[in-house]
């Protein structure tokens, strides 16, 4: 039996309740074959498939609080710190009703291999809780958030772990937790990205991952002698990541024709009209039906079904496993020349599987989603020296990373006879990075 396929059995017995984190684990060591292959001795005498798959240290607390009528509330909490090998753990925290355990160590996980092809110097982790911010008031959100970083604050710091916003988490929710930090630690440091920008935060943070999507897809398809100069996108999701995909796909000259929610899905044939979309879902913080009833090209559609719209590039922004082989068929069915992954793991196995196989360019959320997490970096390095750069400067580095992330991709898939393969190119550049310092620190 492979190396590969004997630690895919030990984490599957370990993690058999666990079907996301164990997803994410089979997909990365799948693809990592040809560079695990040809290193075997020495990364199993180092142990360093078992030690990449096992958290540093994994936190699981009660997070209680007081609702607006005066009852008592308790939710989980968790904190996952992945591995450190490059740098302080950093990832974002989910609040939404499905985080568990597992579903924490799969961000995290894929985190490690995210964060080093940045090309920066911070490791793996993430956190969150089953917490649901939909529906609470402001009062009780701080309620939460205070309670959740009172406990959080003891594993935290500016170099052990640097948490960020994720999905349920943006910038109100950050605040209230800085101030949390803040007040019972003493100390004023970049202990949290995604701040405001009137306390440490950096200016492209809010459009990063968005924006950071397009950079590399506009790389991706000048390798291939395209453009995105008149391109039809399908865009799912109507979060933060799907918005500035939107902006920054109509600014490189493409137009996005479909954005998504929990509940329904938008096809607007005249192209999505960004600030509608920000004035529905940033500031009313409503349902797509609002964007509809505003925009009479707009149709909105109960239920799923983005991916059935006819397109030249797929970007999944939602959530993991939101693209499916039926799915996957239609967009091949449509001609879809490229999919690139907003969110973490929006793909499901079968379906990228399928996409790679019919030709379409295939980026993984790993590498294409990077842009935030870049500039969370970005910003830790900013509120390290006490500076705020322009936007100018911070999205022309942003920019740099992306087209950076791109041609390491390629480059690791082109070394290891795997060419246009890019879900396995990322995880291989990503991989070596961490494998070359995991093995210059020893046993740790």
Known sequence: MSYVDEVLEIVQKK????????QAVTEVLDSLRPCIDANEELYRKNAILERITEPDRQFMFRVPWVDDKGQVQVNRGFRVQFNNAIGPYKGGLRLHPSVNLGIIKFLGFEQIFKNSLTTLPIGGGKGGSDFDPKGKSDREIMAFCQSFMTELCKYIGADVDVPAGDIGTGAREIGFMFGQYKRIRGMYEGVLTGKGLTYGGSLVRTEATGYGLLYLTQELL???????????VCVSGAGNVAIY???????????????SDSTGWIYDPEGIDVALLKEVKEVKRA??????????????????????IKCDIALPCATQNELLLDDAKQLVANGCKAVCEGANMPTTLDATKYLQENGVWFVGGKAANAGGVATSALEMSQNSERLSWTFEEVDAKLQNIMVTIYHNIDDAAKRYG?????????????????VEAMLAQGVC
């Open 15 to 22: 993690n058999a309740d666990q079907p996301e984190f164990l």
């Open 222 to 232: 000048k390798c291939h002698g395209e453009s995105m100069e008149g391109k039809t």
């Open 245 to 259: 995909a939107i902006q920054k796909a109509h600014q490189l000259g493409a137009k996005c024709v479909t954005c």
């Open 287 to 308: 349902r797509l039906t609002e964007y509809a009833a505003a925009r009479p090209s707009a149709q909105y559609h109960e239920g799923r079904g983005v991916w059935q």
């Open 418 to 434: 795997v060419e246009g393969d890019y879900v396995a190119g990322a995880n291989i550049a990503g991989f070596e990075k961490v």
